[in-house]
């Protein structure tokens, strides 16, 4: 499954002083059956209007249709709950234990099956926030909490309960909550979805290998140009080829897979450890 470029690839990341990073995006999780929201599945019905996922998905909105909002995330993040973790998931948790600090992994999803497969908080970056956190709308606190399980098991286009909505209130001040996720009209910040850190990975890797992801979004592609830019290898596992295959062919000693990443992940941990070893 993996040529010599990529094996080649490998050895000279686990022999040398720099981090080997992952970055995913969502065609991981859709392997676990979790749909894309950006598609039909992510449309929404509030009152007589249908909305598009990029118009849910704003602060705007929250601030007009709180209710529907929450309504909308708590059936999404039950859909991801109900999902499992895949091998894909499972080989990034064994490549951590592989590497220690040189392993960093930053992932667009917002889904938490990474955490829930085994990886750390710690080396975890995940840039888009996580669908099972929330925080208080006012920030009366820089504390993110995690998201009460009663609130799981919300049917499509369901309406909050009055029960759901005396959880959906923050802990210290009793004001009202948001989803821990990033907004189309929001900006990246170190505080929240860890971008500073995430640019400091790419800067520090020796190695970067992108996962079922397309470059939708404007970070990740950065992460992307830093590790070209520094000359360092891309290896790009996705079903199709993309943006990040196109780096990934251009850097040193870079390759695209075009597979499946529950196919080849574990396959290229298993490099990773041959190489330890």
């Known amino acids: 499954m993996l040529n010599q470029t990529v094996i080649r690839a490998i050895r000279d990341a686990v022999n040398g002083s720099g981090r080997i990073v992952i970055l995913t995006g969502a065609g991981i999780s859709a392997e676990s059956g979790i749909p894309t929201f950006r598609g039909p599945e992510g449309y929404w019905t509030i ?3 249908v909305y598009q996922p990029q118009e849910m998905a704003t602060l705007q909105m929250f601030q007009r249709h709180p209710e529907a909002i929450w309504s909308w995330y708590l059936y999404r993040a039950t859909v991801c709950h ?9 080989a990034l948790v064994d490549l951590e234990k592989l590497l220690g600090d040189r392993f960093a992994l930053i992932t667009q999803n917002v889904d938490n099956l990474h955490i829930r497969a085994g990886s750390s908080d710690a080396r975890t970056l995940q840039i888009h926030g996580n669908l099972f956190r929330m925080r208080c709308m006012g920030g009366c606190v820089e504390a993110v909490y995690p998201l009460p399980q009663q609130l799981l098991g919300k049917k499509r286009n ?13 802990r210290d001040c ?22 500073d850190s995430a640019m400091k990975a790419a800067d520090e890797a020796q ?3 992108v996962a079922g992801t397309s470059g939708a979004t404007s970070l990740p592609m950065q992460v992307a140009q830093r590790v070209l830019g520094n000359d360092n290898a891309i290896i790009d ?8 295959s196109d780096l990934a062919q251009r850097s040193k000693g870079g390759a695209f897979i075009q ?17 330890v070893s």
């Open 158 to 170: 369901e309406a909050l309960s009055p029960a759901e909505r005396n959880l959906l209130k923050c």
């Open 47 to 49: 009152g007589s209007e």
């Open 82 to 90: 109900n999902a499992v973790q895949n091998q894909g998931h499972k």
């Open 237 to 244: 596992v996705n079903i199709a080829p993309n943006p990040f």
């Open 207 to 209: 190695l970067l290998i």
């Open 259 to 275: 597979s499946a990443s529950a196919t080849v992940l574990p396959a290229l941990v298993e490099s990773v450890s041959a190489a």
């Open 174 to 195: 009793s004001g009202a909550v948001r989803p821990h996720v990033l907004w189309f009209d929001e900006y990246y910040n170190e505080e929240w979805y860890r971008c």
